[in-house]
């Protein structure tokens, strides 16, 4: 066996031998050669199965979905878009960002959105709540008139899911760990970070912030009671009540931002302390001491007042202005004098690291967004309050429902906040605009906010070829990853590709490949489906004869449908696209069957002109449709117990199915009229006044997949050049919207009166977003004057 001493180490001829041979056939050592072969370490880390202090680097630019500048008005005018009840703060526009936050972080940490960052003051706040070991997460309750529908996981939300606990422990610490450094180095030198945990995984958490900020910048471990008493044991479990939240507490540096915060007294001691009234103002008082603590030892000042000698809390001078005013009093002749302290002064009690005050979410709070690992409006309140003043920017990259994103804008605070959750982002930016509007009705400033995504950049990343490779060899790799991206998209589609198995390779170089009698072809990765490419998909098919085709494509351009499947259908064509899901780039999806290609939406809306106003319309939503299946029906049912009931979902319609105890099944269609899947929809009244502009890395052209090396550094930060272009598309202007909350399930289908400044001929952007949190856009062209 070896031998160690504090130079070097001895190992046996044997141990050297296997030594060689492990390292020959690529094999891993065993855990004792770690510590014979290397030096200790003097201080305490953190080890999991695949650590690794490699971090993402790739830069993507950020697509724009949707603008939203101020809230809904009644009327809209030019006149009138900032009237005096409010108005919208310039500079800053707040970020909703849907997407990986790992990638979110890499591009805000080098991309083009860095300099708005530092110009906005540099992020001085981050409070994270990420998915602890809750399989819940992801899912919520829908409501559908008086019954509710729970709304599963998508695909992507379980890969992300799975992710970050397919491996317990190991994978949870290794999904935090990267993105801990990545906010690390995004935040400010003088900036915060809060990391919201359960008890079963905090110590993890404390580890890697000792490692990733250091321990000298650990401030506090906040104790945060979640939930009243409860009887665990009473239902047969042996351990205490669990009934707190862990909330670690780090700092960049030793300068950042600290406000105390107080809570009030309570009762009892009220009752015991300011007990004392002041006549004629009716102010309640304590008569506190005027010793000072430590005497002499503290510097204190020793003098003769009002007959007492003793160590003072004030100087002489200031003692006596206090006297005069009647602050201090003497009880008794012969008394110590006392300071009268009011009631009304007192900010209250400094708040400790054991926070009992703030009681969770109910199912019938105001705030309640319907989400289970929602956590309470006064929770977020303190954090932002306690470390960070007005006008500084914040973030939470795990936003779930928008708590924290809706208590920066009350504060007016700057916001960016993140979720990889399409519901969660759609239920966010309809509880900011309720904030919008609270702000505006109480004549308060607010600020615009905008939604983001990576979207086709994302994909594109996919697809990006790095390395030093020449024209021609750039060229042959990239048709490679396309082959293959396209044959992983038939596999998840269950298509035998043309060329041979589920190969990539188009037939004719047209179709990729056929399913169940029915031709398929893929649309381009970076761009929209639009009409020139269905109608080469209509030709190729007569060209062969046949009848029946889908296309697959990531987006499709607006206003394309229901008008081009009725014209496919005239000429003896049966058309049918599906979106592409972001889950096929996910292979542990494709292999195990569980991807699903959603038919498309369709929305219809008309213009209605006013006959007296001839530069004014309103826009009514007159059609949705939608298909959408979770789950096996007849499998649910099955296992369904005897009396009991569930809402299922199937071929776009919503059911409850009930099955009596004497086992028979009942099924009510609850999904009545096409506005039932509606939740929200939004008007721009000129889409083409503003065109989708974004920064890439100089030299990358419309792709803008960039990927920065490796590098070491506090900040990690790259100097990158960007140069403007323009993508093709235009961002939505959110201008009018009606959608419900669960206070109010009424929708409005027509919008407000909106005047145009002069005649002519406007595209009106119609955007409808479904109970699931899936938006549908048209295009409807209007003439006024």
């Known amino acids: 066996m070896a031998k160690q001493d504090k130079k070097s180490y001895d190992l046996s001829e044997a141990e050297q031998r296997d030594l060689v041979t492990l390292i020959q056939q690529g094999k891993a050592l065993p855990e004792k050669y770690r510590f014979i072969l290397f030096e200790d370490k003097r201080e305490i880390e953190l080890v999991w199965n695949g650590k690794t202090r490699d971090v993402c680097t790739t830069v993507l630019p950020f697509q724009t979905l949707e603008h939203i500048d101020e809230p809904r008005a009644e009327t809209k005018t030019q006149e009138d878009l900032f009237d005096s009840r409010g108005r919208q703060q310039r500079g800053w526009t707040n970020k909703l960002i849907w997407g990986d936050n790992k990638l979110i972080l890499s591009s805000l940490k080098a991309g083009a959105l860095r300099e708005q960052i530092e110009d906005a003051g540099g992020l001085k706040l981050i409070y994270i709540d990420p998915p602890f070991d809750v399989g819940a997460d992801f899912s919520m309750d829908i409501e559908i008139g008086d019954e509710t529908f729970h709304k599963e996981a998508n695909l992507l939300e379980q890969i992300a899911y799975r992710d970050t606990w397919g491996r317990g422990a190991d994978s949870f610490v290794a999904m935090l760990y990267e993105r801990l450094i990545l906010m690390r180095d995004l935040l400010a030198d003088d900036g915060t970070i809060y990391v919201?945990?359960?008890?079963?995984?905090?110590?993890?958490?404390?580890?890697?912030?000792?490692?990733?900020?250091?321990?000298?910048?650990?401030?506090?471990?906040?104790?945060?009671?979640?939930?009243?008493?409860?009887?665990?044991?009473?239902?047969?479990?042996?351990?205490?009540?669990?009934?707190?939240?862990?909330?670690?507490?780090?700092?960049?540096?030793?300068?950042?931002?600290?406000?105390?915060?107080?809570?009030?007294?309570?009762?009892?001691?009220?009752?015991?302390?300011?007990?004392?009234?002041?006549?004629?103002?009716?102010?309640?008082?304590?008569?506190?001491?005027?010793?000072?603590?430590?005497?002499?030892?503290k510097g204190n000042p020793r003098y003769e007042f009002l007959g007492i000698t003793r160590f003072w809390r004030f100087k002489r001078e200031r003692m006596?202005?206090?006297?005069?005013?009647?602050?201090?009093?003497?009880?008794?002749e012969g008394a110590?004098?006392?300071?009268?302290?009011?009631?009304?002064?007192?900010?209250?009690?400094?708040?400790?690291?054991?926070?009992?005050?703030?009681?969770?979410?109910?199912?019938?709070?105001?705030?309640?967004?319907?989400?289970?690992?929602?956590?309470?409006?006064?929770?977020?309140?303190?954090?932002?309050?306690?470390?960070?003043n007005e006008g500084d920017l914040v973030a939470d990259f795990f936003c779930g429902s928008g708590t924290t994103a809706a208590v920066a804008e009350k504060l007016g605070r700057k916001w960016i906040t993140t979720d990889l959750g399409k519901f969660g982002?759609?239920?966010?930016?309809?509880?900011?605009?309720?904030?919008?509007?609270?702000?505006?009705?109480?004549?308060?400033?607010?600020?615009?906010?905008?939604?983001?995504?990576?979207?086709?950049?994302?994909?594109?990343?996919?697809?990006?070829?790095?390395?030093?490779?020449?024209?021609?060899?750039?060229?042959?790799?990239?048709?490679?990853?396309?082959?293959?991206?396209?044959?992983?998209?038939?596999?998840?589609?269950?298509?035998?590709?043309?060329?041979?198995?589920?190969?990539?390779?188009?037939?004719?170089?047209?179709?990729?490949?056929?399913?169940?009698?029915?031709?398929?072809?893929?649309?381009p990765i970076n761009l929209p489906v639009g009409r020139l490419f269905v109608e080469e998909v209509i030709t190729e098919c007569r060209k062969r004869g046949a009848s029946r085709v889908d296309i697959l494509a990531f987006e499709f351009e607006m206003g394309l449908f229901p008008a081009v499947l009725e014209e496919a259908r005239g000429k003896g064509i049966d058309l049918t696209p599906k979106y592409i899901p972001a889950?096929?780039?996910?292979?542990?999806?494709?292999?195990?069957?569980?991807?699903?290609?959603?038919?498309?939406?369709?929305?219809?809306?008309?213009?209605?002109?006013?006959?007296?106003?001839k530069l004014a319309v309103r826009i009514e939503l007159t059609d949705f449709s939608v298909y959408y299946t979770q789950g096996a029906a007849e499998a649910a049912i099955a296992a369904m117990k005897e009396g009991k009931s569930e809402v299922m979902c199937e071929q776009g319609q919503l059911y409850k199915v009930s099955k009596s105890k004497d086992g028979i099944v009942k099924k009510e269609r609850l999904t009545k009229h096409w506005t039932d899947w509606v939740d929200y929809w939004a008007v721009d009244f000129d889409y083409l006044q503003r065109k989708e502009i974004i920064k890439v890395p100089v030299g990358t052209g419309l792709g803008g997949v960039a990927t920065l090396p490796g590098f070491e550094g506090p900040q990690g930060e790259l100097s990158m050049q960007f140069e403007e272009r323009w993508t093709g598309g235009y961002i939505f202007e959110n201008e009018w919207q009606s959608f419900r909350t669960r206070q109010s399930r009424e929708l409005d289908l027509t919008t407000a009166l909106h005047t145009y400044d002069r005649p002519g001929r406007y595209t009106v952007a119609v955007k409808v977003i479904d109970i699931f949190g899936n938006d549908t856009m048209t295009l409807v062209p209007v003439n006024v004057g």
């Open 196 to 297: 919201h945990m359960g008890w079963g995984v905090s110590h993890y958490v404390r580890g890697i912030l000792d490692e990733v900020f250091g321990k000298d910048r650990a401030v506090n471990q906040i104790i945060w009671k979640r939930q009243t008493a409860h009887s665990d044991s009473g239902q047969g479990s042996q351990h205490l009540g669990r009934l707190h939240d862990v909330v670690l507490l780090y700092t960049k540096s030793d300068r950042y931002t600290w406000n105390v915060q107080y809570t009030p007294y309570d009762q009892e001691y009220l009752r015991t302390h300011y007990k004392n009234v002041e006549e004629g103002t009716n102010r309640r008082f304590e008569l506190a001491d005027l010793n000072a603590p430590g005497g002499a030892s």
């Open 320 to 332: 006596q202005n206090l006297y005069e005013q009647g602050r201090i009093v003497q009880p008794s």
């Open 336 to 388: 110590v004098p006392r300071y009268k302290r009011y009631l009304d002064e007192m900010l209250g009690v400094p708040i400790q690291d054991m926070w009992l005050d703030l009681n969770p979410i109910n199912s019938q709070a105001k705030e309640s967004a319907g989400y289970a690992t929602q956590k309470p409006e006064s929770l977020l309140e303190r954090v932002i309050k306690a470390s960070s």
């Open 425 to 523: 982002i759609h239920t966010t930016r309809k509880r900011l605009i309720g904030v919008q509007r609270e702000k505006k009705a109480a004549e308060k400033d607010f600020r615009a906010f905008e939604v983001l995504n990576l979207g086709r950049y994302e994909r594109q990343a996919y697809l990006n070829v790095g390395g030093r490779l020449t024209g021609s060899q750039k060229a042959q790799a990239l048709a490679q990853k396309e082959a293959e991206f396209r044959e992983l998209i038939l596999r998840a589609y269950k298509a035998t590709g043309f060329g041979g198995g589920q190969s990539g390779q188009a037939q004719d170089g047209f179709f990729h490949g056929a399913r169940n009698g029915r031709l398929v072809v893929i649309g």
């Open 583 to 613: 889950e096929v780039f996910d292979k542990r999806a494709v292999d195990r069957g569980q991807v699903v290609f959603h038919d498309i939406s369709f929305v219809e809306a008309t213009p209605r002109y006013d006959k007296k106003a």
